[in-house]
């Protein structure tokens, strides 16, 4: 699977947007680009993934690049409970071993 | 459904002792796994299962030993805990590849 390389922290504005960048420079063709999540010492919430193309759901966007080779993730409204480390991890299926790396510190500030 | 659940939520043992954590899912997911996460680090893969009476090994199995009788089920047995294996302990499953997984609370564990 290829790597990732993430900011160690970032900061937001409660209220406003979150945009999480990630590296995958690597990655090849039949993988696919997944984000989770994990508030304080919960178990990861899945939040979105994507092969190509923009997808958007009730959660987040996430926007690749068209070489594949980055994504940023976008919270539109991020509000306290926002805050959290937020992983970007690139597998291929079948698959279904997940490789987390150690994530992005995201804190949104009132 | 209950989702997910792991017991115990904590767990202290000795050096030496043996114990199983228990792993359970009610979706009828094939895709279980066990992971390891460590102060300050992501999670680690440290077996997996794609279905009942088939287990495969992730990035840091020894010490470890998992069996899948049931779909349900996926416990993870250390075998003679060391103060290496203090962690917590998460265990996740999916409906099937390419899908998105499900996280248990995770268990505390501390080796004395």
């Known amino acids: 699977d290829a790597k990732t390389t993430q900011p160690t922290s970032m900061d937001c504005a409660e209220g406003r947007a979150a945009n999480l960048p990630c590296n995958h420079s690597t990655i090849s063709g039949n993988e696919y680009v997944y984000w989770y999540r994990q508030i304080h010492s919960q178990g990861p919430q899945y939040i979105i993934h994507g092969l190509k193309n923009n997808e958007t759901n009730e959660m987040a966007s996430l926007i690749i690049t068209e070489d594949r080779k980055s994504s940023t993730l976008i919270l539109p409204h991020a509000t306290l409970r926002d805050t959290a480390v937020y992983y970007c991890?690139?597998?291929?299926?079948?698959?279904?071993?997940?490789?987390f790396g150690a994530g992005t510190r995201l804190t949104v500030k009132p | 459904n209950a989702g997910v659940t792991q017991t115990p939520k904590f767990q202290v043992l000795k050096t030496g002792q043996s114990m199983t954590l228990q792993c359970a899912q009610d979706?009828?997911?094939?895709?279980m796994s066990w992971y390891r996460q460590d102060p300050g680090m992501g999670l680690r893969l440290i077996h997996y299962?794609?279905?009942?009476?088939?287990?495969d090994q992730g990035e840091v199995p020894n010490g470890y030993n998992v069996s899948r009788s049931t779909t349900e089920d996926f416990p993870l047995r250390l075998l003679s805990a060391a103060p290496s294996q203090t962690s917590v302990y998460f265990c996740?499953?999916?409906?099937?590849?390419?899908?998105?997984?499900?996280f248990g609370p995770g268990t505390r564990l501390t080796v004395l």
């Open positions: 991890i690139v597998r291929a299926a079948p698959y279904n071993d997940m490789r």
């Open positions: 979706m009828n997911h094939e895709y």
């Open positions: 996740a499953s999916s409906r099937n590849e390419g899908n998105e997984q499900f």
């Open positions: 299962s794609v279905g009942a009476g088939i287990t």
